[in-house]
């Protein structure tokens, strides 16, 4: 089979990546969630119809900033890849991309728990960072919601770094950005559920065999990041045109 480039990093890949890290979200972005609604006026608190416009406006925002580590991911790509060929350079990004998501699959599934170290390579940049995230605390409108959001979604994330390495290996800085757009709407179920999908998911968290299997699964999307012809739909498209 040919290898077509097209899709190298399937949006389908990444979206379920971020659908299989939900679990995770919980912990992390269900605090946070938390701290903006405690911020708001107890007015809004008590409506949920008030409530969901914050909510979702955080949650476009935290998208937003995935999209831009995106397009940076797809410029340092292009920058690392300038001394070598446009396929070795490719190839190589390629398999380190799978490595760290096998990585984040050991994690989920309890097997690999220093994954976690590898959210302190952001560290640094999230100290200068979130101190503009406090200072739009308490969160009193829309805009302060998106762009409570936009900080936060710089908050170190072994899972995320995941999905940064998947979009790496695009080889485009504008499909590197939608990549990682789609890897954040997949986050979206978990997020957005507060109180019904957040529930559901923090159960399904607990259970020890489940997280196993999206472990399993997300290693299974290693694979695919690794031998990108193995992409069902990439497959499609090349039967399609012959």
Request: overall charge positive.
């Amino acid at each position: 089979m040919e290898f077509d480039l097209a899709f190298n990093a399937s949006y389908l890949v990444a979206f379920t990546m971020g659908l299989f890290s939900s679990m995770h979200c919980i912990g992390m972005c269900g605090s946070i969630i938390g701290t903006l609604t405690l911020s708001l006026s107890p007015e809004i608190r008590s409506k949920k119809t008030r409530l969901f416009p914050f909510v979702l406006n955080y949650n476009v925002g935290r998208i937003t900033s995935y999209a831009i580590a995106g397009a940076l991911a797809g410029i340092i790509q292009l920058i690392l890849t300038m001394p070598l060929s446009h396929g070795q350079g490719h190839r190589l990004l390629q398999l380190l991309s799978a490595a760290i998501m096998t990585g984040a699959g050991l994690y989920i599934a309890g097997w690999f728990p220093r994954f976690a170290y590898i959210e302190k390579a952001g560290a640094h940049i999230w100290k200068k960072i979130e101190p503009f995230g406090r200072k739009l605390i308490p969160v009193k409108n829309r805009t302060q919601a998106y762009l409570f959001g936009m900080v936060w979604g710089w908050l170190p994330c072994g899972l995320v770094y995941s999905g940064l390495a998947l979009a790496a290996t695009t080889g485009d800085i504008a499909k590197s950005s939608l990549t990682m757009l789609f890897f954040g709407l997949g986050t979206l179920p978990a997020v957005m559920g507060v109180g019904i999908m957040t529930g559901i998911l923090a159960r399904l968290s607990r259970m020890q065999y489940f997280k196993q299997i999206v472990g399993l699964l997300m290693i299974a999307l290693a694979f695919v990041a690794a031998m990108p012809w193995l992409n069902p739909y990439a497959l499609t498209i090349h039967l399609r045109n012959h």
